[in-house]
Structures are given as structure tokens and as C-alpha cells.
């Protein structure tokens, strides 16, 4: 596609992914309540932070730790050192230390960023790209996964607009109108999840005075992204179709269908 070597971008950080089973968690007043309780908890801190929540109806109990980067040149999953995870947390909330004593085995995954793409699309029409290969984005915004079904509903709503054969040349066109309509609201997600790296990791001090400031008040420019109120509305209530209908008038010479798809 390319023509040249694209390697992905160090971020400094890694994520220790674990699962525990929420049977043992139950026998712990402490510990119960996160499953009885269920929502997403963080812990932010200098250089790291913490996220758990429950899965499948509570059978299981998901945490992701995040700390700095020291996982060797040339590799980018191994597994962890539960010792050496363990210690990374024994001075926060003394629940992460009881959640990580039932921990029996854990991973640790690099987490990479890559820069953007001038065409996410062959020139020829044959065939284009979506998801991490195009915006690979931090996890820190919890979207990377949603910017990828996003990408795929455009695709679906752009091309099941169209009727009758789609020379290259049209097909490049819809294609140009894919990206057009994807890589802004991408690149915003990119760019915050990068944003939440920095406000999650503060060293205690004025700026991260502030951000707990921001964060009790509950208004703009909160940290946790999904309490923003100048950012969620636009983060969580994006609609395909409607992004589709601003640039379809655009197109020239494609065959269109009478109504528009519903997806």
C-alpha cells in the first residue's frame, strides 16, 4: 500500500491485562461491592493508572494497569512478572493490591500509536483500509474498537447508496468520500486519546490540582472523557448516516438508488 516501511510509534507505556474471577472477589466485603456495584472505577496516578470493570453478566472481573514501558526492543506482548506487577501498585488503594493477590497469571502488552495516512485507499480503487491500519489510537478513550465500526457503517451506508457497476474511478470516488467524512472525527480521537495519557499520569502538583479540580466540578474539560461536556455529546452521539448525507451531493456521476439504506 505504501511502498515503504510504516513501524508502528512507542507511546511509553504497556498494559498488564488481567482477568479474575469474581467468585473469590465475593468473599471479600472490600471487594465484593465492584461486583454487586458494577461500573467502570479508575485510579490515576503519576506515570500509571488503573481501570476494572465487570464482564459476562459478572462472572469475570477485567483490569488493565497501565505503566511506563520496559518490555525489550523487537517485541510487543510478554508475560508478566505478577511480583513485579504487584509491587507497581502496593502504595495505591489497598483494594488493587487484594484484586491483584487473586491474579495467577497476566500479560504485558506495548501500546503503540502510528502517525496518520495521506490515502487510506489504493488508487485504483481495489480495495481501501479502516480501524487501527488507518488511526491506531491509544486506549485511554476506550474507541479505538468503536472508530472501526464506524469506519465500516460509512463504508456499508456510501456504497449500498449506489446502484448498477462502479468503474475504479467512481469506486475511488466513494472512497475519497469515506475518508473525508472519517479522518477528522479519527484524528480527534487520536489526538484526545493522546491528551488522556497526559491528564491520567500528572505528578502531584498544580496541573494535576487542577485536573482533580476540573474533574470534581463535573464540567468541561474533565479527564475523564465520557463526563466532558464539551466533548462526549460529540464523542458518543456521532450518527453515520447524517455525516454521509453532508457529502453525498458531492458525488458526481455515481449511480444512486432512490431511497437511502437503513444499517
Known sequence: MLGKTDPAV?????????????????????????????????????????????????????????????????????EGNIEEMRALYKDWDPRIPKLLSLCESVYKWRLCIRPGMKSWSHPSGAFTMLGDAVHATLPYLASGAGMSLEDGAVLGELFSRVSGPLS????????????????????????????????????DGPEQEERDRVMRAGGAGDALAWKDRSFAPGLLGWKCEEEVDRYWASLEDVPQTMTRSKL
Open 168 to 203: 475504479p474511478r467512481k469506486k475511488s470516488q466513494l472512497l475519497e468520500i469515506y475518508q473525508k467524512i472519517r479522518a477528522p472525527r479519527t484524528e480527534m480521537v487520536v489526538e484526545r486519546g493522546n491528551r488522556q495519557q497526559w491528564l491520567y499520569h500528572l505528578h
Open 10 to 78: 512507542l507511546t511509553g507505556d504497556l498494559a498488564y491485562r488481567l482477568l479474575l474471577s469474581t467468585k473469590e472477589m465475593l468473599k471479600d466485603p472490600e471487594l465484593a461491592e465492584f461486583v454487586t456495584n458494577p461500573q467502570v472505577n479508575y485510579w490515576l496516578g503519576p506515570d500509571a493508572h488503573a481501570v476494572n470493570y465487570v464482564l459476562r453478566g459478572g462472572e469475570l472481573f477485567n483490569m488493565v494497569l497501565l505503566v511506563p514501558d520496559d518490555i525489550p526492543a523487537g517485541q510487543n506482548v510478554t
